[in-house]
T-cell receptor, first 113, second 109 residues
Framework: KAGVTQTPRYLIKTRGQQVTLSCSPISGHRSVSWYQQTPGQGLQFLFE???????NKGNFPGRFSGRQFSNSRSEMNVSTLELGDSALYLC????????????FGQGTRLTVV | GENVEQHPSTLSVQEGDSAVIKCTYS??????FPWYKQELGKRPQLIID?????GEKKDQRIAVTLNKTAKHFSLHITETQPEDSAVYFC????????FGKGTSLLVTP
């Protein structure tokens, strides 16, 4: 069974640009969550999608958005990039979200210059 | 929303000693408490989890305890080994997983 796959693995963008990250969950998983990981801040919750609907949202500005497709694949978009957006972005998939085991992808390392 | 506090932020122990990491949460509706281990350059991986109807769970050298009244839960690693060195994250979940900021554990031979 294939694990959670994130693409691309690395990205370098310039301030003001936008970026789209992709996450393919484990087959059969309908929930995809996104996290931002920075040194000292741990894993900060961005949002969670279940069956194409955003169910939960963290405390991030509206520049961060996402969507989920009918095959459960999810994309995350960040517009008007800022230097502080440089981070490792992780997605996690689970069967139903909430209190079911979540499996992480290897992450996308975003550097904003 | 849920707020998870994790302590300590760094922990250094001698091989063979025990390590304890503690977390508190704010939302009394949270009912699932997993622990993840993240080795350098790798993705977080679940090592143990506990649900609100259980007070303690053990898996070989790892155990987790939960006190719902006090809203805190702890990870206990016994007989630590150098390969236990990693960052450990606790999390609490009602509808979404919210993580603590992590504990960097170093086990020295």
């Amino acid at each position: 069974k294939a694990g959670v796959t994130q693409t691309p693995r690395y990205l370098i963008k310039t301030r003001g640009q936008q970026v789209t990250l992709s996450c393919s969950p484990i087959s059969g998983h309908r929930s995809v969550s996104w996290y931002q990981q920075t040194p000292g801040q741990g894993l900060q919750f961005l949002f969670e999608y279940f069956s194409e609907t955003q169910r939960n949202k963290g405390n991030f500005p509206g520049r961060f958005s996402g969507r989920q497709f009918s095959n459960s694949r999810s994309e995350m978009n960040v517009s008007t990039l800022e230097l502080g957006d440089s981070a490792l972005y992780l997605c996690a998939s689970s069967w139903a979200g909430g209190n079911t085991e979540a499996f992480f992808g290897q992450g996308t390392r975003l550097t904003v210059v | 929303g849920e707020n998870v506090e994790q302590h300590p932020s760094t922990l250094s122990v001698q091989e063979g000693d025990s390590a304890v990491i503690k977390c508190t949460y704010s939302d009394s509706a949270s009912n699932y408490f997993p622990w993840y281990k993240q080795e350098l350059g790798k993705r977080p991986q679940l090592i143990i989890d506990i649900r609100s109807n259980v007070g303690e769970k053990k898996d070989q050298r790892i155990a987790v305890t939960l006190n719902k009244t006090a809203k805190h839960f702890s990870l206990h690693i016994t007989e630590t080994q150098p390969e236990d060195s990693a960052v450990y994250f606790c999390a609490a979940s009602g509808y979404a997983l919210n993580f603590g900021k992590g504990t960097s554990l170093l086990v020295t031979p």
